[in-house]
């Protein structure tokens, strides 16, 4: 289990650097020393073996701790990107029903409203930015109970919870995380992880990556999407360091960090490598230690991948593919493959077997996976699960072919899930929520082909006969609603959508403006 | 006068932020001095779209270096940017 590695680490070697962010230097002692007080004050709360314990921290030093001090605990880490909105909040917490949440001060607001609607939590743990200071929802040293849940700071649990020496005995088949992942139903399906998931696949990535105690990963992708989590997992269990840096959105401060902290990886999707290229110093740059770069979260176009190993020619360059039900990774381009096979996502990473399988869907060969890193299945959803676990095999829902020499390329997906930057977007849960405005009709969300995003979210909608509205209603209603990247960034009303001859929508001639022929726009 | 030019700079950027990341929110859901950062009003590609209005908006080009906090992260901090920008390169 991870936190078992880094009580080991914490052991050898208290003093190497683990986590750098900002001018802050957390090394291995102190983090299990965190991890080990969170853990005693979760089970002095009265956390069980398999309670879910929700997170909505930024990538941090208190996210690590957080994250593995409920898998010390014997719990279930449930990590949720902090933008969900009370409404989100809720069909997740109602899903796994958390006992306890460990939330930054800055996202309480979409919490207590979700509090108000009702929760199972019995217990809130508040942590503090570095340096912020917020209103004083709980007092420094006492428990406040608010709306019937005790509050915490984590900075005063760190500081005084007792070291716990004894831990519920938990096995590696024991589930350690769920992530949420948007499902083609609109509902967020919670994608049951065990320790063995995460131990097999980090095994597998370090393998082909050749990660060692060396490394330094700079870190921009959030920890709560598998990709981030899998970077998480493998540089501790190599005893690596993480580099932390959330101002992606000023890519140079970035590079700037990366030079100064003699990064030797860095991994990203193809949003994070087209605002590189686009708009950063990254070409007047040299990372004389940069050994690796990392690409998963959907294609990258071929033209940046040239442009990428020409800027970087001295780094190896990783294409990879997978999915949060296979914990993250399914296969690899090896670095000298990449430019040789422009589109591959490579072979199967170590201790992951695939085939390729007609299924009476779709035309095209479906992917199907077996290993250790397959999901255990979805929280509380038999029925989902059996749809994409059938014979202990993974049907990932992506099409691909293969070519002479075992390289696979994938050619679609079944699904019609948007991948935009790092999200996984359900279209189904937009449309529920445009569907509420008494103004509309119909709404289909389609993903459309965005330079930087690799897609953006458009909702072309049919109004009631007679009405009009503007496109803002419509973002600002999706807005109450939905966390910032699920917001359609288009919105075009039609009078009627093409359909097949059953009537269904036929979607994919809605993704151009040109393919709604015969359809004028109000 | 510079005063009344900075205000119009800032009302300028407020609106376009308040229309395209907020959606319409109200004036006081945005403080002049809030880090888009820190609150999280802005991503990583919204800063483009940002930095691509303001170069029409106020005919100034954004160099990649740039890109930067101390010239970007707040209503305050970008419209004094955008002044700078403008003093040293006149039309």
């Known amino acids: ?522 | 006068m510079t005063e009344v030019i900075m205000d119009s700079i800032t009302r300028i950027i407020k609106n376009f932020i308040l229309e395209n990341f907020l959606f319409g929110a109200d004036e006081d859901a945005l403080g002049h001095d809030d880090s888009f950062l820190e609150k999280g009003i802005i991503d990583s590609t919204g800063v483009l779209e940002l930095v691509s209005f303001i170069e029409e908006e106020f005919s100034i080009s954004v160099g990649d270096e740039e890109l930067i906090p101390e010239n970007l992260d707040s209503v305050n901090i970008l419209a004094r940017f955008i002044k700078r920008k403008q003093e040293s390169n006149p039309e």
């Open chain 1, 1 to 522: 289990m991870i936190h078992k590695f880094l009580s080991e680490i914490a052991y050898k070697m208290p003093d190497k650097v683990a986590v750098i962010q900002g001018k802050r230097c957390v090394t291995y002692g102190d983090l299990y020393l965190g991890v080990s007080r969170l853990a005693a004050f979760l089970l002095d709360r009265g956390v069980q073996v398999s309670d879910r314990v929700a997170i909505m921290i930024l990538n941090s030093p208190e996210y690590i701790i957080s994250y593995l001090g409920v898998q010390q605990a014997g719990g279930i880490s449930v990590a949720l990107n902090p933008q969900y909105s009370a409404y989100e909040l809720k069909k997740i917490f109602d899903n796994c029903l958390p006992d306890v949440l460990v939330v930054e001060r800055k996202y309480l607001k979409a919490v207590m409203k979700t509090i108000d609607n009702g929760t199972s939590l019995k217990t809130l743990i508040i942590v503090d930015s570095q340096g912020m200071k917020g209103p004083s929802l709980i007092s420094n040293k006492k428990e406040k109970v608010i709306s019937g849940i005790s509050c915490f700071n984590l900075q005063d649990i760190l500081k005084n919870a007792k070291n716990e020496n004894t831990y519920p005995a938990i096995t590696e088949k024991d589930i350690a995380s769920i992530h949420y992942t948007s499902g083609t139903t609109g509902e967020p399906k919670g994608v049951m992880l065990s320790h063995s998931n995460f131990i097999t696949n980090a095994n597998s990535i370090i393998k082909y990556l050749n990660l060692t105690e060396d490394d330094r990963a700079m870190v921009v992708l959030p920890f709560y999407y598998s990709y981030g989590t899998s970077v998480l997992t493998t540089h501790i269990k190599v005893c690596g360091s993480l580099v932390l840096e959330n101002s992606f959105m000023y890519p140079n401060v970035v590079l700037d960090k990366m030079v100064e902290e003699e990064v030797t990886g860095f991994a990203g999707v193809p949003s994070t490598f087209a605002i590189l290229l686009n708009r950063s110093n990254i070409r007047n740059y040299s990372f004389s230690k940069l050994r690796y770069v990392t690409q998963a979260g959907g294609p990258m176009p071929p033209g940046h991948t040239r442009e990428l190993a020409e800027i970087l020619s001295d780094t190896e360059i990783y294409i990879m593919y997978g999915q949060t039900e296979a914990t993250a990774r399914l296969t690899y381009l090896p670095p000298e493959d990449l430019l040789k096979r422009p589109g591959s996502i490579g072979k199967p990473v170590p201790a992951v077997e695939i085939e390729l399988i007609k299924t009476k869907d779709v035309e095209e060969k479906e992917i199907v996976c077996t290993g250790g890193n397959v999901m255990v299945g979805y929280w509380n959803d038999p029925e989902e699960t059996k749809k994409v676990l059938r014979g202990g095999r993974l049907y990932t829902g992506d099409t691909a072919r293969m070519d002479d020499e075992g390289y696979l390329y994938i050619v679609g997906r079944k699904s019609d899930m948007i991948k935009s930057g790092a999200h996984r977007i359900s279209p189904k849960e937009i449309e529920e929520i445009i569907l509420e405005m008494p103004e509309v009709h119909e709404a289909a969300v389609v993903g459309i082909e965005d330079e930087v995003m690799g897609e953006s979210i458009k909702a072309v909608i049919v109004l009631k006969d007679g009405l009009k509205m503007e496109a803002k209603k419509v973002q600002k209603h999706c807005m109450q609603k939905l966390a910032p990247f699920k917001i359609p960034k288009e919105v075009v009303f039609v009078k009627d959508y093409p359909r097949t001859s059953s009537g269904k929508v036929q979607k994919h001639l809605l993704k151009t403006p040109q393919k709604v022929t015969g359809h004028k726009l109000i």
